[in-house]
Structures are given as C-alpha cells and as structure tokens.
C-alpha cells in the first residue's frame, strides 16, 4: 500500500506532458506565465514551426517577438527570410528592427528575401532592406546595389544606398557616378556621397 501511495503522489507532483498540438501550442504562447510560454516557442520552433509564423502576425509584445524570432532564427525555419521581409513594411519600429536585425545575422542566407525587398514599391521598405545589404558576401551585395542605383527615384533610399556601397563598392560601382551625378543634381547629400565614393574607389585602385 505504501508504494501504491508513493507512486500515486510521484505522479500527481509531475507536471503533466504539454501537448504539441497546434492549437494547444498557439494558446500556450499567449500564457501569462513566461516559462510555459518559452517552453511552448521551443516545442513550436521544432515540430510546428507554423504556429510561431502566425503568432509573428499579432504579436506585439517586445519580450514574445524577441522569444519567438530567436526561436525562428536557432532552428533555421524554412520562410524565415521572406516572412522577416514583410515585417520591413511593419508599422511599428521595435518590429521592424529586429527583422533588420535577424536578417542581418542571417548573412547569405537573406539575399533572396533582401533582393525582392529591394523591389519593393515603397521606398521605405527598400531602405530598411538596403541595412542588411553589407552584411551579404560583398560580391553580391555590389551587385544588388549596382542594380538598385540604376534605377531608384527616391533621393533617401539612394543616399542609403551610395552609404551601403561605400562599404562594399569596388571599381565594378565606379560607372554609376557620372550619371547619379546628373540624375541627383539638385541633392546636395547624394552628390557629397558620390564624391566619397569616388576617393574610396581611387585610393583601391590597384
């Protein structure tokens, strides 16, 4: 009887096992309780990484964004990159920092979500791209840069930009001066950043 006792109050002092159904994880997440929301995120990241994607949408708690994006990020979720994208367009800065942010971390791993973000229609969804473009391979982040100032309208995404290339630029960047020059004639901080250019690329001549 005794050890029908002990075994019976063992049991009731175990936590029960948490369930990694989906919709069972997705309430977890929302708990008051950070440590059964911590455990849920763990649980989510590596067998329903999904559930974390759609808390991405709604959450705006800075300390369950910062749970759920490293969680995202340790396990490497396949969409991370591009759903990190979306969040450049977010409203709200603390969101929109940390996808710049991870993004960043990811180096290669990015440059296809960084490259359609660089695309993008709104010239504010291109500047928060073009602060992860240095931390790509410096190839390729030439090159999408290269691409980029053949054609961008807007003067702020192009000083963006010219900063990132300064970083990266070789003389493969040096055809873009004389027409960035004429083409923001009456913008005295691209044409300041232009001349900076120019003296990086001339001191790396060979």
């Known amino acids: 009887m005794p050890l029908v006792r002990a075994t019976l109050e063992q049991e009731a002092a175990e936590p029960a096992a948490r ?15 950070d440590a059964v929301r911590r455990d ?17 949408d709604d959450v705006r708690s800075a300390d369950l964004l910062e749970l759920i994006l490293s969680q995202l990020t340790t396990h490497r979720a396949e969409m991370l990159p591009d759903r990190l994208a979306e969040m450049l367009a977010d409203p709200e800065p603390t969101r929109r920092n940390r996808a710049v942010d991870c993004l ?9 979500a960084i490259a ?5 229609n709104d010239a504010d969804v291109r500047i928060q791209a073009l602060a992860v473009v240095p931390s790509l391979p410096a190839e390729r982040a030439e090159a ?6 053949g054609w ?7 000083n963006c930009a010219l900063e990132a290339l300064l970083q990266v630029g070789t003389h493969a960047s040096q055809h873009l001066i004389a027409p960035l020059s004429q083409r923001f004639a009456q913008e005295p901080s691209i044409e300041f ?13 060979p």
């Open 152 to 158: 961008e309208p807007d003067p702020n995404a192009c």
């Open 116 to 120: 359609r973000a660089l695309r993008s």
């Open 144 to 149: 999408l840069l290269i691409d980029l100032l």
């Open 19 to 33: 369930s990694d159904d989906p919709a069972d994880l997705a309430a977890e997440l929302r708990s008051e309780d």
């Open 40 to 56: 849920a995120a763990r649980r989510a990241a590596q067998r329903h990484p999904e559930v974390l994607f759609e808390a991405l």
């Open 193 to 205: 950043a232009l001349v900076l250019l120019g003296e990086r690329l001339a001191e790396d001549a």
């Open 104 to 112: 960043t971390a990811m180096g290669a791993e990015a440059e296809p």
